[in-house]
């Protein structure tokens, strides 16, 4: 089996040396970079997982986050010692799908990158084949075949956790989703109250991409004080 590869960058040496022995250990080939310009540069479709580090030369990892996700939509994890809700917010909002504070235990930091590509590979990824079949809410149209999401014939770019949770709503029309039941549904993981912000950025990129006027959704509903549905 071809092993997976994994873009880790960092600005320290250190980190860039632990990880680097980590994954290889673990049977992942790892790809560095210790800037975010050139962590972008290093981003193509072989990539399967990014490691990034939010306070890097040249480039943020927001900034670099944002430009990585015009190339791949491969899972990206955020490491930083800026943990504050506003940061991962803003991390969320670049695109990317999970965040991990320093310092960090090895073996979380293991769980988080298995977590990462598991949901990717079975979710969205180049394995995953779902039985051939269409969803349609006018003027979107998800091919679950294909794994592949068009509004009005042209097609719109999701990222793995963007596209689990269109799909979602989209097989349960006018069902209501707490932004518990989606937490819990889509991240696998026990619901923690500052999810809430995750779950609303998510929800935001989302109508960005697929409605016509995000401020006023005609796909992806709001019921005030309960939650989310796809009308």
């Not at 050139?38 to 900034?63: C, E, Q, R």
Request: charged share 30%; glycine share 4%; with cysteine.
């Amino acid at each position: 089996m071809q092993r997976k590869r994994i873009l880790i960058a960092d600005d320290s040496p250190e980190i860039i040396e632990l990880l680097t022995i980590l994954l290889d250990s673990e049977g992942y080939e790892v790809i560095t970079a210790t800037d975010g310009e050139n962590a972008v540069k290093l981003v193509d479709d072989t990539i399967d997982l990014i490691v990034l580090d939010v306070m890097m030369p040249y480039k943020s990892g927001f900034i670099a986050c944002k430009e990585i996700r015009e190339k791949t939509i491969a899972p990206i994890l955020f490491l930083t010692a800026k943990d504050s809700d506003s940061d991962k917010a803003i991390g969320f909002s670049a695109g990317g799908d999970d965040y991990l504070s320093k310092p960090f235990s090895y073996p979380e930091f293991l769980a988080r990158v298995k977590s990462l590509l598991r949901r990717y590979y079975v979710y969205q990824g180049k394995q995953y084949k779902e039985e051939s079949n269409t969803l349609c809410i006018d003027p979107l149209c998800i091919d679950l075949n294909e794994q592949k999401v068009f509004v009005e014939e042209k097609e719109i770019v999701l990222t793995a956790l963007e596209y689990r949770i269109l799909v979602l709503m989209a097989k349960n029309r006018k069902k209501i989703f707490t932004a518990q039941n989606l937490y819990e549904s889509i991240w696998s993981e026990p619901y923690f109250y500052s999810a809430n912000n995750t779950i609303m950025v998510h929800i935001l990129k989302l109508r960005k991409k697929i409605e016509s006027d995000y401020k006023n959704p005609k796909i992806i509903k709001t019921a005030w004080g309960k939650g989310y549905y796809v009308d």
